[in-house]
């Protein structure tokens, strides 16, 4: 398999077109990447480029004793590579290979090549990702999407207890696979924004100041402004997928960066079937998407554990559970309201003062990071 150099969808080694959007696929090794073709550390071969991102390029490799595919990411080559870079992509294969989880990507080792190549090991995940699943497929159907949410929740929550924050959760980082049965397999991907955190679970991290690291699009607003973040960030991130897979469209969006850093800061959602009138789905729905989105992190899920017994309550069509009953206590503390009904992906955004102060804030760090 390789990748459309346009779309990115994967295409048949053999094919000439891409069978999603028609792009011509030029035949042949990847000449221009001299990495292809290359053994590293007489222990991995590097056979071909199917993906690549600001930290690094992904390639499908060999493991030369065991004669097992594996997926190799190496930092780029092609960039200034700053210290905090070099250690960050060590924390990756630090961090990431402390747990292991049948729904986590597992890594096998870390090395660096020579003074310039550092690679991750990992293994080899069939599939697409989440995005490219929802783009053919449509939304979920509701116990596809709670079903896809645990497993991602359950991967997240064994590295929570080992104090690995995920930090880019989305679904380009979720694999998912049909199988045979009609079932779906979920591992998720890439923890190179993660950081490794040496104390106990319910403390915070904090980035440089002003330093923003994830997508905005499933940034939680401690994420977006700088400011600390923990584990509860994640989830923050998993109730916005799960909106994702059972409507088709995410809770928020944006035409720029700015707009959406505010949307994720000040604006709630409506109750589902206001938004979506045809969308059947119980009504315990929006309000564990309320608590999984909230805009505290106090006033959220406090663990993935507590995520899971709701949404076993929403396929349950039952409202007791007790993860739920204290969730929902301490939304009601906080004041918080339901929106009126919206437009899909329209939000109402809060004009106080506070909100006011978190637009600056956000604005601010933009900034930062722009200059």
């Known amino acids: 398999m390789t990748n459309c150099p346009s779309c990115t969808q994967p295409v048949d080694a053999e094919a000439r077109f891409c069978p999603a959007c028609g792009t011509k696929i030029t035949a042949g090794v990847d000449t221009?990447?001299?990495?292809?073709?290359r053994t590293l550390n007489d222990k991995y071969r590097v056979l071909e480029k199917i993906g690549a991102g600001s930290m690094g390029t992904v390639y499908v490799g060999e493991h030369i004793g065991l004669q097992k595919k594996v997926a190799l990411k190496v930092l780029r080559p092609d960039i200034e590579v700053s210290e905090e870079t070099l250690q960050?992509?060590?924390?990756e294969g630090i961090a990431a290979g402390k747990f292991n989880h049948p729904n986590a990507i597992q890594i096998f080792d870390f090395d660096r090549a020579d003074t310039r190549i550092f690679y991750l090991a990992m293994e080899f995940v069939e599939g697409s990702d989440l995005k490219a699943f929802l783009r053919e497929e449509g939304k979920l159907s509701l116990q596809e999407a709670l079903d896809v949410t645990r497993k991602v929740l359950g991967a997240l929550g064994e590295a929570h207890r080992n104090g690995i924050v995920h930090r880019d959760l989305k679904p380009e980082n979720i694999m998912v696979l049909r199988d045979a049965l009609g079932d779906l397999s979920v591992k998720v991907l890439d923890f190179g924004l993660s950081k490794l955190i040496h104390f106990p679970l319910g403390a915070s991290l904090q980035t440089q100041p002003g330093r923003i690291m994830g997508t905005p699009l499933y940034m939680a607003p401690e994420q977006g402004s700088g400011g600390q973040?923990?584990?509860?960030?994640d989830l923050y991130a998993a109730g916005l997928i799960l909106y994702e897979m059972v409507t088709g469209e995410p809770p928020f969006t944006g035409e720029t960066m700015t707009e959406l850093f505010v949307k994720q800061a000040t604006a709630t959602i409506?109750?589902?079937h206001e938004s979506y009138p045809d969308l059947h789905v119980p009504s315990i729905l929006d309000e564990v998407l309320a608590i999984a989105l909230a805009k505290k992190p106090e006033d959220r899920f406090q663990s993935a554990s507590e995520l899971i017994e709701a949404l076993e309550a929403v396929e349950e069509g039952e409202g007791g559970s007790a993860a739920l009953r204290r969730s929902s206590a301490r939304l009601r503390r906080a004041g918080r309201k339901r929106s009126p009904a919206a437009e899909?992906?329209?939000v109402r955004e809060k004009s106080r003062g506070p909100a006011r102060m978190r637009?600056?804030?956000l604005v601010a760090a933009i900034a930062i990071v722009a200059g």
Do not use: K
Request: no cysteine.
């Open 344 to 346: 899909p992906s329209e």
């Open 88 to 91: 960050r992509f060590q924390r």
């Open 359 to 361: 637009t600056m804030i």
């Open 32 to 37: 221009g990447d001299a990495l292809i073709g």
């Open 270 to 272: 409506p109750p589902l």
């Open 229 to 233: 973040v923990d584990h509860r960030t």
